[in-house]
């Protein structure tokens, strides 16, 4: 079995877990360790806000990734039910032996002689039956099928008798396009995206299973591009303009139409200038010219294609890898003709820092030196003037 760049948990059908968690250091490597990493790219992954999920929360609990994804919308399913489930009005049409509501006449019109004592009438219902309902439903019951923990079973039993007059969504997409945003559901927002991760909307593979238990697989590069991302907004300036990913560009045009999409993970803009950056998630050594640092020339072939669409062939650009014991700093830079530069920098996953950062967000962001707004040719070429 080859996973390639996946992690996560994979759950057979005879009920064997194998746990696939990311390997980021050759030496001190965990498991408790790498459960954690794994669930903070996770969080910001599904942009979950310091204030709905804090550190402390991750460290305390060590369990598979399942078990941990399937707590999480419990406690906040438990918040939900606590503050108030919301409920709705539904119109019901029946017959009964008293009036309620409104009468329907041409109902009540064609009743037979025999059955002149009932009713045809309308009238609403106050019942909770709404789309966000349904769907927690139907993800309670499949993680109170699923989990493994007796904390969380107890939980999910008892948020079941809660939920018992709420049908389960027999329309994921649909409830899920119905799902309400205004201010009345503002408590809602928190359990949505657990909602989404276990109803398998959100990763592209993901199985089920319907007695074992809870099978996620994520992305690692996309998780990683992902925490970058969410770590870059913090950062910039708020007038810097960010686009993840950025896909205005293509290659080339055939029949005066775009063909061959150019999508950068990060697009930077701040006036005239702009950063194109791109994340990959490889090991890099540092210390191996001969080998090219084990960089890939596919990879700075897609940058030299980035680097002239989107910067008209000059300016900044950056490949953004792990940091790890064998690439812990930035590596040259790497010089186009035309005033076209790459850099090659590591990110520090433990300590959320860009190694580097100063080369390529200088005059982006008050953490780092500000440069002259000037344009990215005359800057490059000023850079590699002092350097």
């Excluded at 790219?41 to 402390?56: D, F, K, M, P, Y």
Aim: with cysteine.
């Amino acid at each position: 079995m080859k996973l390639d760049n996946y992690v996560g948990v994979i759950c057979t059908p005879c009920g064997t877990t194998l746990e696939v968690l990311p390997k980021l250091h050759e030496l001190e490597d965990s498991v408790a360790g790498s459960r954690a990493l794994l669930r903070k790219l996770i969080q910001a992954s599904l942009n979950l806000s310091a204030r709905e999920v804090g550190q402390a929360a991750i460290e305390r609990f060590d369990a598979p990734l399942s078990e941990w994804v399937m707590r999480r919308f419990l406690d906040e399913l438990d918040t939900v039910v606590k503050r108030g489930l919301r409920f709705d009005y539904h119109r019901l049409e029946e017959e009964l032996p008293f009036v309620r509501g409104q009468l329907d006449l041409k109902a009540q019109l064609r009743q037979p002689p025999g059955k002149a004592h009932r009713f045809h009438v309308r009238h609403d219902v106050y019942l909770p039956d709404r789309a966000e309902n349904r769907l927690l439903r139907l993800a309670l019951e499949r993680v109170r099928v699923a989990t493994q923990d007796p904390d969380s079973w107890r939980l999910a039993q008892e948020l079941s008798m809660r939920l018992i007059e709420v049908p389960s969504s027999r329309h994921v997409p649909g409830d899920f396009r119905a799902w309400g945003s205004d201010r009345l559901m503002a408590h809602y927002r928190a359990v949505k995206p657990w909602c989404e991760l276990i109803l398998n909307r959100l990763m592209p593979l993901a199985v089920l299973g319907v007695h074992q238990g809870l099978s996620l697989l994520f992305p690692m590069e996309k998780l990683f591009e992902r925490h970058v991302a969410a770590w870059l907004r913090q950062h910039v300036l708020p007038e810097v303009g960010i686009r993840t990913p950025a896909a205005s560009e293509a290659l080339c045009l055939h029949l005066d139409r775009p063909m061959f999409r150019l999508e950068p993970d990060v697009l930077l803009r701040m006036g005239a200038v702009r950063r194109v950056l791109d994340m990959k998630w490889k090991r890099l050594d540092a210390g191996n010219r001969e080998q090219k640092y084990q960089l890939s020339q596919s990879d700075l072939y897609q940058m030299f294609a980035y680097g002239h669409k989107y910067l008209a062939g000059a300016g900044q650009m950056a490949l953004i890898y792990p940091r790890s014991a064998k690439f812990s700093q930035p590596l040259p830079p790497f010089d186009f003709n035309g005033g076209m530069r790459l850099h090659v920098l590591p990110f520090d996953l433990d300590r959320d820092e860009l190694v580097g950062a100063e080369r390529v967000l200088a005059g982006f962001s008050d953490r780092w030196s500000a440069v002259p707004k000037v344009d990215g040719a005359v800057l490059c070429a000023i850079e590699t003037k002092l350097s």
